[in-house]
């Protein structure tokens, strides 16, 4: 087995039988790296720590273990970055989709809507990791006057709303339930990430 920790190779010496030992074995020998994987490739595939399957793999079964180390604050910065990369492309394509919708053009603006709401399935996830790197309760997380919670329910009462207005071919009411309702949510937590950052500083 060939075993890469922070992309460097480590003879580390281990006796146990699965990977979730083996995963184990490496954090306690690497204390001074960080506290989580925040990647693991198992056989040239990427694989999730978390995952009961994953970590039943005996070790005999592992050819080659990439994995990577970090402290909740690297996890926490990356996960930030990374959901702000991605609300600069889905704040104009809510627009767009929107726009599309008030033109008629309903074939072009479904293509939109249906990768907005695979980015909004993608994002609450992202935002479900940070509000735990973060250490902070959800219902603690205040926007707007109200806590994450409140606007994780709110946003899925849109979302019923937009999948309901999309059925009946509703465009009007689609069209604005995406830029009154949804661009503004995200638009707020584009403006707000930055700060969960400075609050850990």
């Keep these: 087995m060939k075993l890469f920790v922070n992309g460097e190779e480590n003879a580390l010496s281990f006796e ?30 990427e694989v999730s720590s978390d995952s009961p399957e994953i970590r039943q793999t005996p070790v005999f079964q592992i050819e080659t273990l990439e994995t990577e180390i970090a402290s909740l604050r690297e996890i926490l910065e990356k996960n930030v970055a990374n959901a702000r990369d991605y609300l600069k ?49 959800t219902e603690a997380v205040v926007l707007d006057g109200k806590n994450f919670q409140a606007r994780q329910e709110k946003l899925m009462e849109w979302t019923e709303q937009m999948i309901e207005a999309n059925k009946n071919n509703d465009w009007v009411l689609l069209a604005d339930l995406l830029e009154y309702e949804i661009l503004p949510y995200y638009s707020e937590w584009d403006a707000c990430l930055p700060e969960i950052l400075s609050d850990k500083s």
Excluded: Y
């Excluded at 083996?22 to 040239?44: C, T, V, Y």
């Design 16 to 45: 146990g039988k699965t990977l979730g030992e083996l995963l184990d074995h490496i954090l306690a020998k690497e204390p001074a790296q960080g506290n989580f994987f925040s990647k693991i490739r198992l056989n040239d595939e």
């Design 89 to 137: 492309r889905l704040l104009p394509g809510i627009q767009k989709a929107a726009d599309l919708f008030r033109s008629g053009s309903e074939q072009e603006a479904n293509k939109f809507f249906l990768n907005i709401i695979d980015g909004m399935g993608w994002f609450a996830e992202v935002m479900e990791t940070i509000a735990k790197v973060n250490d902070l309760q």
